[in-house]
């Protein structure tokens, strides 16, 4: 069975940091792409980057842009999503994905597994 567990989410106060991580199992990472996403309340999940299974990363979400390191450590079967000088508007549900696809995409449909996500809260 594959799952997907996030975690890292928490408070975090504006202008500080935040350092999710996504372990899989029942698969093994090194030949998927792992996408991020997040959704806050009313608002539609949106992609917010992706590592291809070469290690190449794709930033999809403009408000990040210039903030965000995603990584991957294979032999943890783990990718990790930095966020750096967070503000309100980044409190979301964090979630990551993957799908059996070397490529990234932002496309949403094309994910296989989902993790269940991990909350992030930035007070205002």
């Known amino acids: 069975q594959v799952q997907l567990v996030e975690s890292g989410g928490g408070l975090v106060q504006p202008g500080g940091s935040l350092r999710l991580s996504c372990v899989a199992s029942?698969?093994?990472?090194?030949?998927?792409?792992v996408g991020w996403f997040r959704q806050a309340p009313g608002k539609q999940r949106e992609a917010v980057s992706c590592i291809s299974s070469g290690g190449y990363v794709t930033d999809f979400a403009g408000s990040v842009l210039g903030r965000v390191t995603v990584s991957r450590d294979n032999s943890k079967n783990t990718v990790y999503l930095q966020l750096n000088r967070v503000t309100p508007e980044d409190a979301a549900i964090y979630y990551c994905?993957?799908?059996?696809?070397?490529?990234?995409?932002?496309?949403?449909?094309?994910?296989?597994?989902w993790g269940l996500g991990t909350q992030v809260t930035v007070p205002s």
């Open positions: 994905a993957t799908k059996q696809d070397p490529r990234c995409t932002s496309d949403i449909i094309r994910y296989y597994y």
């Open positions: 029942g698969i093994t990472l090194d030949s998927y792409s």
